[in-house]
């Protein structure tokens, strides 16, 4: 699965960002698509998953009430809806996919967008 993540940029705090990813390649149907985030200097962290059937979701309580991830398996697309955006949100976001049992294992990664978030 080759994975492309776009939408990030530069905003200030209490704005809103919309991240995408394309996928192609094997069924994308067949996988749980999360987003994960690095911020300089620190580890990378699960942000939110949407399991393959696109009825269940999870968060990081960080960005839990926010963050809103959605799928659509007739484009091969997910998307990171960032509300309420914060200084400490700024991180390079990188779109996977995987599965989730419990927590993200993420078998193919994108390249990673940055957003960038002004206080």
């Known amino acids: 699965v080759q994975l492309q993540a776009s939408g990030g940029g530069l905003v200030q705090a209490g704005d809103s960002l919309r991240l995408s990813c394309a996928a192609s390649?094997?069924?994308?149907?067949?996988?749980?698509m999360g987003w994960f985030r690095q911020a300089p200097g620190k580890e990378r962290e699960f942000v939110a998953a949407?399991?393959?059937?696109?009825?269940?979701?999870y968060y990081a309580d960080a960005v839990k009430g926010r963050f809103t991830i959605s799928r659509d398996n007739t484009k091969n697309t997910v998307h990171l809806q960032m509300n309420s955006l914060k200084p400490e949100d700024t991180a390079v976001y990188y779109c996977?996919?995987?599965?989730?049992?419990?927590?993200?294992?993420?078998?193919?990664w994108g390249q990673g967008t940055l957003v960038t978030v002004s206080s």
């Open positions: 996977v996919a995987g599965i989730f049992v419990r927590s993200m294992r993420a078998d193919y």
């Open positions: 390649g094997r069924a994308f149907s067949n996988y749980d």
């Open positions: 949407n399991i393959r059937s696109g009825y269940f979701t």
